[in-house]
């Protein structure tokens, strides 16, 4: 099978953006600026992927064509919009990936979007208490987060008090943050704010407060893929290594909660098809939805066993300096965390990285990167692992 590469992007600010007011608008500040950082004419795109999760922060629930708008070179290309919940970004990446690996297509692009500031918090909670299954959890108060603090509250159960944890995963993200000029929220919070209670940092449910919890944000991001032979002629190239996309159930009642099996399974399958292990990864962007989420996923990719992903936090493994650094874009705790966005946000920002262009956020050392996306709780699970095409 041909796989497919990266080879051009782009990424709008994270956060509350006024000089975009919908969906359109955001769609219109990436797509044809990733086109030209590919070197491509607009007529060259073959196919079109938006990642919109939507699900009620929108009237506008047919994203397909928007991007023709402002790209007028797309029409009369196909053009889909792909959703699967939190992880709706990644899903239209792997769309993307599998149309250039099929053949049917020279170039793709991929745009994921997502507008969620003008609603209020209650709102946004309830919009994404979509992601969960409703029959179960949708009387779940405060919202999505609601869902993660239930997790919370199971995790500490089994394993001790984890706040020391959460509070080292949300200060280093912040502190990451500070470097990412796309971020929503640019801010050194420090662990000592990030691990107390206070007016600025309530608990908003179970043992999550304020700062374990990602950022209802605007955004976009966009990615040029191509087949890997022609992405070898262009001026930069990211290749899938591995691609891995597993489903689990919806209902938390038919699973472990505390462990996020399907993104375990995913990493493993990725890791056992790139011939690596997790040492071998320069970075990781993963899905910090909220803190918890960070915590367990360290267990899930591997970094420690069960019950002990609070070491990873707690001893500096996972700082831009540590074993192995995880969200050295500040993740979805301080860049922002626009639904439909997030994937392929997390794509452009590791071939950023991969390419040696991420600027403040830049790795000394970014061989190969690890990207774990998930939808809901952790019930949609994409893994990729890409590396530079060398000359």
Same mark, same amino acid.
């Given at each position: 099978m041909t796989e497919a590469a990266i080879v051009g992007w782009a990424h709008s600010?994270?956060?509350?953006?006024?000089?975009?007011?919908?969906?359109?608008?955001?769609?219109?500040?990436?797509?044809?600026?990733?086109i030209a950082d590919a070197g491509i004419q607009q007529d060259e795109v073959d196919g079109v992927f938006v990642g919109v999760?939507?699900?009620?922060?929108?009237?506008?629930?047919?994203?397909?064509?928007?991007?023709?708008?402002?790209v007028p070179g797309l029409r009369f290309k196909p053009a889909t919009r792909v959703e699967n919940a939190c992880a709706s970004g990644a899903a239209a990446v792997f769309q993307a990936r599998d149309f250039i690996a099929a053949g049917r297509g020279r170039f793709a692009l991929v745009v994921g979007a997502e507008k969620m500031t003008h609603t209020t918090s209650a709102v946004a909670g309830d919009v994404l208490l979509g992601a969960s299954y409703r029959k179960e959890e949708g009387d779940i108060p405060a919202g999505f987060a609601g869902a993660f603090g239930r997790i919370a509250q199971m995790y500490f159960q089994k394993y001790g008090d984890q706040s020391d944890a959460l509070a080292a995963i949300a200060a280093k993200n912040h502190k990451n943050g500070v470097d990412n000029p796309y #971020? =929503?929220?640019r801010k050194d919070l420090g662990f000592d704010f990030c691990r107390n209670e206070s007016e600025k940092n309530p608990f908003v449910a179970g043992p999550l407060k304020r700062t374990d919890c990602s950022l209802i944000s605007d955004g976009a991001a966009a990615l040029i893929l191509t087949d890997e032979e022609t992405a070898k002629s262009m001026k930069k190239a990211i290749r899938w290594r591995a691609a891995v996309h597993l489903n689990d159930y919806l209902p938390l009642s038919r699973r472990d909660p505390t462990h996020f099996e399907a993104? #375990? =399974?995913a990493w493993a399958r990725a890791l056992e098809i790139a011939d690596l292990k997790l040492d071998d990864l320069s970075f990781v962007e993963t899905h910090d939805c909220f803190t918890i989420a960070e915590l367990i996923e360290?267990?899930?990719?591997?970094l420690t066993p069960q019950g002990q992903g609070a070491r990873a936090a707690l001893e500096g493994w996972t700082q831009a300096d540590g074993r192995l650094p995880v969200n050295r874009s500040g993740g979805l705790k301080a860049k922002g965390h626009p639904v439909g966005a997030t994937g392929v946000?997390?794509?452009v920002i590791s071939a950023m990285q991969l390419a040696g262009e991420a600027g403040d956020m830049q790795l000394p050392k970014a061989d190969v990167a690890g990207v774990f996306n998930m939808g809901g709780a952790a019930v949609a699970n994409y893994v990729s692992i890409l590396e530079p095409i060398r000359a």
């Amino acid at each position: 099978m041909t796989e497919a590469a990266i080879v051009g992007w782009a990424h709008s600010p994270f956060g509350k953006l006024h000089d975009a007011p919908d969906v359109e608008s955001l769609i219109e500040m990436v797509a044809a600026q990733a086109i030209a950082d590919a070197g491509i004419q607009q007529d060259e795109v073959d196919g079109v992927f938006v990642g919109v999760f939507n699900a009620g922060f929108s009237k506008q629930d047919f994203p397909s064509s928007l991007a023709m708008h402002s790209v007028p070179g797309l029409r009369f290309k196909p053009a889909t919009r792909v959703e699967n919940a939190c992880a709706s970004g990644a899903a239209a990446v792997f769309q993307a990936r599998d149309f250039i690996a099929a053949g049917r297509g020279r170039f793709a692009l991929v745009v994921g979007a997502e507008k969620m500031t003008h609603t209020t918090s209650a709102v946004a909670g309830d919009v994404l208490l979509g992601a969960s299954y409703r029959k179960e959890e949708g009387d779940i108060p405060a919202g999505f987060a609601g869902a993660f603090g239930r997790i919370a509250q199971m995790y500490f159960q089994k394993y001790g008090d984890q706040s020391d944890a959460l509070a080292a995963i949300a200060a280093k993200n912040h502190k990451n943050g500070v470097d990412n000029p796309y #971020a =929503q929220m640019r801010k050194d919070l420090g662990f000592d704010f990030c691990r107390n209670e206070s007016e600025k940092n309530p608990f908003v449910a179970g043992p999550l407060k304020r700062t374990d919890c990602s950022l209802i944000s605007d955004g976009a991001a966009a990615l040029i893929l191509t087949d890997e032979e022609t992405a070898k002629s262009m001026k930069k190239a990211i290749r899938w290594r591995a691609a891995v996309h597993l489903n689990d159930y919806l209902p938390l009642s038919r699973r472990d909660p505390t462990h996020f099996e399907a993104g #375990a =399974q995913a990493w493993a399958r990725a890791l056992e098809i790139a011939d690596l292990k997790l040492d071998d990864l320069s970075f990781v962007e993963t899905h910090d939805c909220f803190t918890i989420a960070e915590l367990i996923e360290y267990e899930a990719m591997g970094l420690t066993p069960q019950g002990q992903g609070a070491r990873a936090a707690l001893e500096g493994w996972t700082q831009a300096d540590g074993r192995l650094p995880v969200n050295r874009s500040g993740g979805l705790k301080a860049k922002g965390h626009p639904v439909g966005a997030t994937g392929v946000s997390m794509h452009v920002i590791s071939a950023m990285q991969l390419a040696g262009e991420a600027g403040d956020m830049q790795l000394p050392k970014a061989d190969v990167a690890g990207v774990f996306n998930m939808g809901g709780a952790a019930v949609a699970n994409y893994v990729s692992i890409l590396e530079p095409i060398r000359a």
